[in-house]
Antibody
């Protein structure tokens, strides 16, 4: 059974870089047809997709954050990571990592439990 | 690409809850639905318009046609009280989520 767990600092200062890692168990990040994504949910708001990476390392980014975000795969540790630079208060959110069986039309399942990241001034 | 959902739906236990997701020609896209309870991560309840992941009760069903996709919860239980989000992938907007619907069980 695939399980995902986010980790990273819960507090980041404004203008600095947010770094999160998602540890994957019950499956390999490099197995074909596996895609991995980051999504977020601002307090009291809806869901927003941030980025995805394929089992082979192909990356996809939402246009609104493309200049500040990067996603990467670490096959040796069976995990993938998110970096978001120059954060502001608007980046305060619960960040989720999730699995998908493809990029274009596939659902996200399962999701990690989520980690709250607060951007402070 | 914008997906519009009603902010809230109220339903009595044992009755049927219908949650709509409106989008331009959404019938041509694959729609997925997620259930999110307070303080928890979203859980997939319907994928590809009408399929259910293993472990999801048959009470959850989906349909998609024209400009509206629908998630139907039959024989509603207290445990179904949650926020529900629809999701599609669009060639211009990438992954898009609906505005969310809060289902309240009376």
């Amino acid at each position: 059974q695939l399980q995902l767990q986010e980790s990273g600092p819960g507090l980041v200062k404004s203008s600095e870089t947010l770094s999160l890692t998602c540890n994957v168990s019950g499956g390999s990040v490099s197995s074909s047809t596996n895609y991995w994504g980051w999504l977020r949910q601002s307090p009291g708001e809806g869901l927003e997709w941030i980025a995805s990476v394929s089992y082979s390392g192909t990356t996809y980014y939402t246009m609104s954050l493309k200049s500040r975000v990067s996603i990467s795969l670490d096959t040796s540790k069976n995990q993938f990571s998110l970096r978001l630079t120059s954060v502001t208060a608007a980046d305060t959110a619960v960040y989720y990592c999730a699995h998908s069986s493809g990029y274009y039309a596939d659902s996200f399942d399962p999701w990690g439990q989520g980690t709250l990241v607060t951007v402070s001034s | 690409y914008v997906l519009t959902q009603p902010p809230s739906v109220s339903v009595a236990p044992g009755q049927t809850a219908t949650i709509t997701c409106g989008g331009n020609n959404i019938g041509s896209k694959s729609v997925h639905w997620y259930q999110q309870k307070p303080g928890q991560a979203p859980v997939l309840v319907v994928y590809d318009d009408r399929d259910r992941p293993s472990g999801i009760p048959e009470r959850f069903s989906g349909s998609n046609s024209g400009d509206t996709a629908t998630l139907t919860i039959s024989r509603v239980e207290a445990g179904d009280e949650a926020d529900y989000y629809c999701h599609v992938w669009d060639s211009s907007s990438d992954h898009v989520f609906g505005t969310g619907t809060k289902v309240s069980v009376l």
